[in-house]
């Protein structure tokens, strides 16, 4: 007993001791603090609150400490600097969870008129242009198209190469170039981004979203029609960062909320965040998905009479390019939707296919991409009697998206078309013709996906149709495959390059060392504007580019096509083998090598779909361009010839396959890296 008293004295003492020490660090402290948080330099000021935030959150700090904050607080909710206004933002956060209520209301009248006198642009009338960033990237492209047009009749083609000559050999111009003052250009100079002139109206709204988290549920009271009617009013805002907070809003009053609250206001609530979750920019896209995953979760028997509203676009955002928003929505539709899924699909499909067709027809490429995924996952998965009376609208859609300028749109259309054809053939036999032209003609892109994905495409087409299909694919393949040996001997990667965008990678060489298409103009972000442009409008993100096809790249699209051949038509296919080897041995272009790494990927898959003893009849045509490749200085292609040699070895048999070899193919298959050792030394 007197041990176990010592020892509560002894803990007891320790307690307070402790509880002492942390007083008196905290007077000497938050005096300190309080200073820095009224220093001139942003930084401190930044710093400060932040501080201060992480003192009433861990140890809580005066009653005296935390008034005088709240007050400094007060006045710095419009701060000329936005990080210490967030900084402002959190600390009220962890001060309302520590506090109450009462620090919302000691704020309320600041953050309320702030957000009032902001919601619109300063001396915004009618003869300001202030225009959407897709209109002013509109504008820019224009005026930038017609200065190119100007430069072009003032000045030859030898004068331009001499004036980029001039000015990369001229440091001191190149220097004063830099360093010069920018004019204002009087065309454009009335004109805002979307996302300009709003001051503080972002951070007090995110303040506003801040306290509500810190107070929970004891904030539902204080939710009044008022407040209400503000956030909604504020997802329909022209500056994408208010929207974003606006449904981080919307989320955390999903929260707050109980069902029976949530029920009473689920029209305006649904109608919000099914808007928000087909939102052009991305962040706002997640915060609405955030949203969303709290309202199916709080408000399951509510948000199920809004399935037909709410399930489109949550389909869709699986696929969405941003891959934060994919995730997060995949992660969604398992938790809230689980096995129902297909049949939810089925159920709601005449709301989802419109639905998918308007998305099909977006600005934003991005979206176009995911709509063409979706609409290929319907071909696939869904109950095919619920998408057979949508079959001829969607495939109209894809026949659109197949000739977009976007290359990863088209790609997804060529999938997709691939797999309504297979799953739908009788309903999808008027298209044939035009889905044929366009399958051909991509089996020769540019873009090795989508020529790969064209050939699997086609593929399909064959075991849907059979006969008839090879038939029409056997005189494309033979006249596609020996393309190669008309290649000429300079090919280039980005050969005849021409690109009708404003900010396309093409055109950077010829533009970037000229000082009048770089003088007199409005500087802006052209990565911030990509998501909201036109079809082929450009941006950092912009794929709509042309330029001749390289014979070399029907012959690598053909080889793909010769894959896919090989699983329908095996005696056919034995008949082109020996044109395979012929261009294997074509190295006279610059790329050959890309080539041969194709053949080389794709050959087990054809030896396997031929069987063992037609394959062997073909083999021996192949072997000398193999082992060519097998030493050649590219590695990607030395890789892909080790590993189909391995993979031969594995199918025919090591020493079946070894027989075949010279000495010296023999002497280089033991002794390259990128032959597996397991086929290496054996007699």
Request: glycine share 6%; charged share 25%.
């Amino acid at each position: 007993l007197n041990n176990n008293n010592n020892n509560n004295s002894s803990s007891s003492s320790s307690s307070s001791s402790s509880s002492s020490s942390r007083t008196e660090e905290e007077k000497e402290v938050t005096p300190a603090l309080m200073t820095v948080v009224s220093a001139g330099a942003w930084e401190m000021r930044h710093g400060g609150f932040l501080a201060a935030a992480a003192i009433v959150e861990h140890a809580g700090g005066s009653q005296a400490f935390r008034t005088e904050m709240l007050e400094l607080a007060k006045q710095s909710l419009e701060d000329d600097e936005v990080r210490v206004r967030r900084a402002v933002a959190e600390f009220l956060e962890k001060l309302v969870a520590r506090d109450g209520i009462s620090v919302y209301l000691a704020v309320k009248d600041i953050i309320f008129g702030s957000i009032t006198a902001n919601f619109a642009r300063e001396k915004q009338v009618d003869s300001e242009k202030t225009v959407p960033a897709a209109q002013l990237a509109k504008q820019q492209q224009r005026q930038q198209q017609q200065q190119d047009e100007s430069m072009k009749q003032k000045n030859s083609a030898a004068d331009v190469v001499e004036h980029e000559n001039d000015v990369l050999d001229a440091d001191e111009d190149t220097t004063s170039l830099f360093r010069s003052k920018p004019k204002k250009n009087p065309a454009l100079a009335d004109i805002k981004h979307d996302t300009e002139g709003w001051r503080t109206l972002e951070t007090s709204f995110h303040a506003l979203q801040r306290i509500m988290v810190g107070a929970g549920e004891a904030f539902s009271p204080h939710l009044t029609d008022e407040l209400l009617g503000l956030v909604y009013k504020s997802t329909s805002h022209l500056n994408r960062f208010v929207r974003e907070t606006a449904y981080l809003a919307i989320g955390t009053i999903c929260s707050i909320f109980d069902e029976a609250r949530l029920g009473e206001v689920s029209d305006q609530l649904t109608a919000m965040v099914s808007r928000g979750l087909s939102d052009n920019w991305s962040q706002v896209r997640f915060a609405a998905s955030v949203a969303a995953r709290k309202y199916l979760a709080n408000a399951p028997n509510v948000a199920v009479k809004y399935y037909d509203r709410m399930l489109p676009a949550m389909c869709l955002n699986r696929y969405y390019v941003a891959e934060g928003v994919r995730l997060y929505s995949i992660e969604t539709w398992r938790t809230a939707i689980g096995e129902r899924g297909k049949a939810l699909v089925a159920e709601y499909i005449d709301h989802i296919v419109p639905f998918y067709v308007k998305q099909a027809g977006a600005d934003n490429h991005a979206v176009r991409e995911a709509a063409c995924h979706c609409i290929a996952e319907l071909g696939l998965k869904v109950d095919k009697d619920a998408v057979r009376k949508h079959v001829s609208l969607l495939l109209d859609t894809l026949i659109l998206c197949f000739k977009d300028e976007s290359w990863p749109v088209r790609d997804a259309a060529c999938v997709a078309c691939g797999n309504f054809v297979s799953s739908f053939p009788e309903e999808s036999k008027p298209s044939l013709h035009e889905l044929y032209h366009l399958w051909f003609e991509h089996v020769s892109d540019n873009i090795p996906s989508v020529r790969e994905d064209s050939a699997i495409a086609l593929g399909k087409v064959m075991g849907a149709y059979g006969k008839d299909a090879i038939d029409t694919v056997l005189p494309e393949l033979e006249k596609l495959l020996p393309m190669a040996k008309k290649q000429p001997s300079e090919s280039k990667q980005y050969g005849a390059l021409t690109n009708t965008t404003t900010f396309g990678v093409a055109q950077m060489k010829k533009r970037a060392n000229d000082e009048k298409l770089h003088t007199d103009q409005t500087r802006f972000s052209c990565g911030s504007l990509a998501p909201k442009m036109k079809r082929a409008a450009g941006g950092c993100m912009d794929h709509g580019f042309v330029r001749p096809k390289e014979p070399w790249e029907s012959s690598d699209g053909a080889v793909y096509l010769l894959r896919e051949l090989s699983a329908h038509d095996p005696d056919a296919t034995a008949k082109l083998m020996p044109v395979l080897a012929e261009i294997a041995r074509v190295h006279t272009f610059a790329h050959y090598t890309k080539l041969l790494e194709t053949i080389w990927k794709q050959v087990p898959v054809i030896a396997k779909n031929m069987g063992k003893r037609p394959f062997k009849r073909v083999l021996m045509p192949l072997i000398e361009p193999l082992f060519f490749t097998l030493r050649c200085d590219n590695r990607l292609a030395m890789s892909a010839a080790g590993s189909c040699i391995g993979k031969l070895c594995a199918y025919l048999g090591t020493r079946i396959f070894r027989g075949r070899l010279e000495p010296d193919q023999l002497h280089q298959m033991d002794t390259s890296p990128f032959v597996e050792p397991q086929f290496k030394h054996v007699k």
